[in-house]
T-cell receptor, first 110, second 111 residues
Framework: NAGVTQTPKFRVLKTGQSMTLLCAQD?????MYWYRQDPGMGLRLIHY???????AKGEVPDGYNVSRLKKQNFLLGLESAAPSQTSVYFC?????????FGPGTRLTVT | RKEVEQDPGPFNVPEGATVAFNCTYS??????FFWYRQDCRKEPKLLMS???SGNEDGRFTAQLNRASQYISLLIRDSKLSDSATYLC????????????FGTGTRLQVTL
């Protein structure tokens, strides 16, 4: 039982490049989330999903897209990376009692 | 005004000390309350839920004051391993489905 996994763990992008972050959970949770964490800002919700095939915007969705084609996977896409998207990205899923987080992806955009 | 406010610290305390953190939340409709722990460069993990009657888990005690809209966490007999950032978290629902996180309070326990 791996819980929540994220790939990649680290990535450096140049401005304008695109990439996809993958989140996978093996706990059969319906709800999944993408957050970003920046110094002094706390965790901020980017997008979330309440089930396979559904997505919704969170607090800071601009510049990101998501897809939930399979229940266990939640993908976060950056179409044209900007330096302001330099951050640590966490994926999470919940059984309604607790949110379980992945280990994070450290993204630097130069 | 931030939805969830915490003193960022750091709180530097010696081993064995008792330390308390407070957190305030702005939305009186909030229904669920939690403390999460985050170690340096790691993911947040649930430390404990916070109930209106207060609850204890070993050396950790959490209290909720709905009238004043604040939540507290008390750590007794601090251990070196307690060094971490403690995140105050609230939800408008009765579940963990939609959480709002504070920026965290950093605790450093020293010898």
């Amino acid at each position: 039982n791996a819980g929540v996994t994220q790939t990649p763990k680290f990535r450096v992008l140049k401005t304008g490049q695109s990439m996809t972050l993958l989140c996978a959970q093996d706990m059969n949770h319906e709800y999944m989330y993408w957050y970003r964490q920046d110094p002094g800002m706390g965790l901020r919700l980017i997008h979330y999903s309440v089930g396979e095939g559904t997505t919704a915007k969170g607090e800071v969705p601009d510049g990101y897209n998501v897809s939930r084609l399979k229940k266990q996977n939640f993908l976060l896409g950056l179409e044209s990376a900007a330096p302001s998207q330099t951050s640590v990205y966490f994926c999470a899923s919940t059984d309604s009692y607790e949110q379980y987080f992945g280990p994070g992806t450290r993204l630097t955009v130069t | 005004r931030k939805e969830v406010e915490q003193d960022p610290g750091p709180f530097n305390v010696p081993e064995g000390a008792t330390v308390a953190f407070n957190c305030t939340y702005s939305n009186s409709a909030s229904q669920s309350f939690f403390w999460y722990r985050q170690d340096c460069r790691k993911e947040p993990k649930l430390l404990m839920s916070v109930y209106s009657s207060g609850n204890e888990d070993g050396r950790f005690t959490a209290q909720l004051n709905r009238a004043s809209q604040y939540i507290s966490l008390l750590i007794r007999d601090s251990k070196l391993s307690d060094s971490a950032t403690y995140l105050c978290v609230v939800s408008l629902t009765g579940t963990a489905s939609k959480l709002t996180f504070g920026t965290g309070t950093r605790l450093q326990v020293t010898l």
